[in-house]
């Protein structure tokens, strides 16, 4: 009992302590007794207190016996002393009648109700004794006509009862205000904006509004609440790093629907349009089925024997011909934390070589690595949920209410209410248009912009002394490196508004708390690593770094990427984070894995396909990573695939990259699969397997321990829970993770042996002891040096909101309703110089390749760039992108290729594009 007089309030004349979550009473009165004790009807605890209803009426007296008074118990503040009573007659009478008179305005009819027993109106009103009500209403709003014209959901207002919930969640939620009540009375309805179709709205199908719907009034068309379901598994999503839970709906043994779960720290009753409808992919047609086997050009289908036996020879062929270094592995983001773990076994232990590498060298391999120069860990410094606690937000080289929509719309919302926001992007993305501060760069300028926003830190005197002078090192240099800024050449260089960056800085350093995000389009240049180490100066001379609504935080793209990185699916580090050139670390890892670890240092992926283009990789084994697709300057990259003597892809489709192999093992999706992924801020969270894999398919860590023992290597049979152990006995932030105590929540690495997990990195000491300030001039980059002359455009890529990556998995469902092309975005400058209209064709063309596509006349992209997505193989964007890679990592320059644009055509193609034929051969 701590010595502070605890805080009580009486529930029907039992006391209670007030909890610091306890902000209303209806919070007060269900954590003690339950969801059931008081009922609701227009209250989400996700969604912020309304008090429309009144069903959640409890009385109150501010003291024992004295006179009690009825309110809202949604909204109402639970106090000291208070006594609440939840239930008498009076009370009873009212609620009543109110539910009697909310179902003057519904079907009553609940035998012949689609909805069932998971209608919420019904069972408030079961719980009632409501069987009929008393009132006629002649104007019920029965027959308003189903609208299904939405890919994803349905609207059937003849349910509706007008509790808001749905507008609510559109608003607070997703921050989209699509949907809306319109007239007055009982002519009130819903409406989506302009009064559209749903289908037609500007709806991005998150589908907060159907979760919340407690009638089925909008429903997924899935499954609404009225069809039985024979299970409901937990798991995590499988598409962006952000990691929501979500909850599958399971029927005859096929996952029917997907939803949030209750309780979430992550997403609380969100997700986006990938994560809660796009898993249509999972038993698509097209799915692989069986091991495949290229014999004269044609696959062949073999049993999984006869698949193991033919990698092994050739393996082996390759391995005493040319040493194990002549193999190499690219791992996959989309698996598990498990499977990633087996697979660096598998080439460092089994195959004998250090060659591994996963798909974070073309994403945040220099968040990873800039972050470990100066903090000494290379990971999210801060929790998501840190959202609430910011003041500012620094978005730079992100656009995360398309890339990782759900931290996308809190951070939207936040702004909405008020918080300033900084955005660094060429793009005028969604989040730029809501910024204060939008500081619309050059790409390829981040390096310079963030020198401007550090010198006017330092010149304003703005620094954090304190935390500068105890807690980094280096000042001395970086002070001198900040005299020495020529600020009108470097705002020349970016194209910006020195005023603007001024006024930017000086609210980052001024803001009590500043928070910052970055994406791709920090890590994707040629100084990517230096500009995520400029960020963490930001941070350590600001004092925004180890506690609570600050920090450096990387929006990691996939959903596991982190966990990848951390399984030691880097040719550098092995599980863990060890360097692997160090002997120490060889000699653990050779007593942990009982194998010789190998010595030599391993290839980054464009270092792999150099050596398979000049013979020196042979074997290359891939899972899960469509790299011709999604790998710049696919030219170069075909060409390194089709030099091998032994491509082995793992993959759940026919993915460009596997048109390409030897061998294809059909591998399984999340959905069918036990294990973890480890989301953006080190959330390691369970993934639960909610279907059969199916038939002819392995969990990609099956086929890899099947493999391995092949190879000779006594890997006992996959067990995600026994891989798991074993991770914790070799990755010390893994220390006390169990698949126990991950729980519904997950915990956050570090974890201590004791299970306690580190919500904020970094709070007393950095892992390096000091921070390290460090500082680089801007350089420009090497492909415009080289090309711009000829190729006077800038094109940077990046994701639409319904489409992944590749796609491969989006672009079979119903997203393709939605989004089915990559569309290149000019500037009306640009356009009218070479005459392009919407949605005329263009040729894209660089000094790799050339594509055609539909243009769309934008001022969203400044002067001189252009904009497009690589989800499509019809277009194979990457055909243009460019070799440039940042100097220290090599992560691919993807925000700045060298291009130009012409126009082929007026709105309709009238002939095949070389771009076309191109794509065309890369597809067969
Ligand atoms: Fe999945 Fe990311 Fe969407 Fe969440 S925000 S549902 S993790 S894709």
Redesign the pocket.
């Known amino acids: 009992m701590s010595a502070e007089k605890r805080k009580v309030a009486y529930i029907d004349g039992k006391p209670y302590e007030i909890g610091p979550n306890h902000t209303s009473i209806l919070k007060f009165v269900k954590s003690y007794l339950g969801e059931k004790k008081v009922p609701t009807l227009c209250d989400d605890p996700n969604l912020a207190p309304y008090g429309a209803c009144r069903v959640c009426s409890v009385e109150v007296a501010l003291e024992k016996d004295g006179p009690t008074k009825v309110v809202a118990s949604c909204h109402t503040p639970v106090g000291e002393n208070q006594h609440i009573f939840t239930s008498n007659d009076g009370l009873q009478n009212l609620r009543k009648n109110i539910v009697e008179l909310v179902l003057t305005d519904h079907p009553m009819n609940c035998d012949t109700c689609e909805v069932d027993k998971n209608c919420e109106l019904q069972t408030v009103a079961n719980d009632l004794g409501i069987s009929d009500h008393r009132y006629n209403n002649p104007k019920q709003h029965k027959g308003t006509p189903k609208d299904t014209s939405h890919s994803y959901m349905r609207m059937n207002l003849d349910n509706c009862i007008n509790c808001g919930r749905c507008v609510r969640a559109c608003d607070e939620i997703q921050g989209s205000f699509v949907l809306t009540m319109s007239g007055r009375g009982f002519e009130s309805r819903i409406t989506t904006d302009n009064d559209m179709l749903f289908g037609d709205s500007s709806c991005v199908s ?1 589908g907060a509004c159907a979760h919340t719907c407690p009638t089925d009034a909008i429903s997924d068309v899935f499954q609404s609440k009225s069809v039985k379901v024979d299970k409901k598994v937990r798991t ?9 839970n ?1 909850e599958t709906s399971v029927k005859d043994g096929k996952v029917v629907a997907i939803d949030t779960p209750k309780e979430t720290e ?2 609380a009753g ?7 409808y ?1 898993f249509g992919f999972y038993d698509h047609p097209d799915r692989l089925r069986s091991p495949l086997i290229k014999r004269n050009g044609k696959f062949e289908e073999v049993s999984w024997d006869d698949a193991y036996e033919y990698i092994k020879q050739k393996l082996e062929k390759i391995k005493n011909e040319s040493g194990p270094d002549a193999i190499a592995g690219i791992s996959s983001a989309r698996c598990t934390n498990e499977e990633n773990y087996v697979f660096q076994k598998m080439i460092r232990a089994a195959i004998g070589t250090n060659n591994i590498d996963c798909c974070a060298r073309i994403c945040h391999s220099p968040t990873a690595w800039g972050m470990q120069q100066t903090f000494g860990t290379g990971a999210a410094t801060n929790s998501t949920e840190d959202i609430y606690h910011a003041d500012l937000f620094l978005i730079i080289g992100a656009n995360p209410t398309n890339a ?5 719309a809190k951070i939207k919302q936040q702004v909405m209410k008020g918080k300033k926001l900084i955005v660094l992007d060429p793009i005028t993305t969604d989040i730029a248009k809501l910024a204060d501060y939008h500081i619309r760069l050059r790409p390829g300028t981040n390096v310079a912009v963030l020198n401007m926003m550090l010198y006017y830190i330092v010149k304003g005197n703005l620094l954090n002394k304190d935390f500068v002078e105890n807690r980094t090192e280096g000042f001395d240099e970086f002070l001198n490196h900040i005299n020495g800024l020529d600020i009108d050449h470097l705002a020349s260089v970016a194209g910006v508004d020195k005023q603007l960056v001024k006024e930017a800085a000086i609210a980052y350093a001024t803001a009590k708390n500043s928070m910052e995000f970055h994406g791709l389009g920090v890590t994707e240049h040629e100084q990517g690593s230096k500009t995520v180490m400029l960020i963490a100066d930001l941070a350590m001379i600001t004092g925004n770094i180890g506690r609570r609504g600050v920090g450096v935080n990387p929006l990691r793209g996939q ?1 596991n990427v982190q966990g990848a990185a951390d399984m030691g699916c880097q040719p550098h580090q092995g599980a863990g984070y060890f360097p692997v050139a160090d002997k120490k670390i060889q000699d653990f890892y050779t007593e942990k894995y009982g194998a010789v670890h190998p010595t030599k240092a391993g290839l980054k992926i464009p270092e792999i396909f150099d050596a398979a283009i000049n013979k020196e990789v042979k074997g290359l084994w891939i899972i899960g990573e469509d790299i011709v697709q999604t790998d710049p300057n696919s030219a170069h990259v075909i060409k390194a695939m089709e030099s091998l003597d032994l491509l082995v892809v793992q993959e759940i489709f026919m993915s460009e990259t596997a048109k390409l192999a030897d061998v294809v093992l059909p591998g399984t999706t999340f959905l069918e699969k036990d294990g973890t992924f480890t ?1 953006t801020e080190r959330r390691v969270q369970r993934v639960n397997k909610a279907a059969e894999p199916l038939p002819g398919t392995k969990p990609d860590g099956v086929i890899v321990t099947e493999m391995m023992q092949k190879l000779g290597y006594d890997q006992p049979t996959y067990d995600a829970d026994q891989v798991l152990a074993e991770v914790a006995d070799v990755v010390p932030f893994f220390k006390g993770i169990t698949r126990e105590r991950l729980g519904k929540l997950g915990l956050q690495w570090p974890v201590k042996e004791d299970g306690t997990d580190t919500k904020i990195l970094h709070e007393k000491e950095f892992k390096l002891g000091k921070g390290r300030l460090k500082s680089f001039d801007w350089k420009e980059s090497t492909e415009i040096k080289n090309n711009i002359k000829e190729y006077p455009l800038i094109l940077t890529t990046s994701r639409v909101l319904q489409h ?1 990556n590749a796609a491969t998995m989006t672009r079979r469902t119903k997203n393709l309703n939605i989004v089915d092309e990559d569309i290149l975005l000019v500037n009306p400058i640009d356009a009218k110089e070479r005459e392009l209209n919407n949605g005329d064709i263009a040729r894209l063309y660089s000094g790799r390749g050339e594509v055609s596509l539909k243009v769309e006349v934008t001022d969203k992209v400044k002067e001189g760039i252009v904009f497009t997505t690589f989800h499509f193989p019809e277009h194979m964007v990457n055909m243009v992108t460019g070799d440039g890679k940042d100097e220290e990592t090599k992560c691919a320059e993807y925000k700045v290729s060298a291009v130009q644009v012409q126009k082929i055509s007026n709105k309709f193609k009238t002939e095949i594009s070389p771009s076309e034929k191109q794509a065309e051969i890369v597809r067969n």
């Open positions: 998150c995590t999503c499988s598409y962006c790093g952000v990691g929501c979500l992550v997403n969100h997700t986006c349009i990938k994560g809660r796009a990782h929509p759900v931290t996308g959903n989301n992944y």
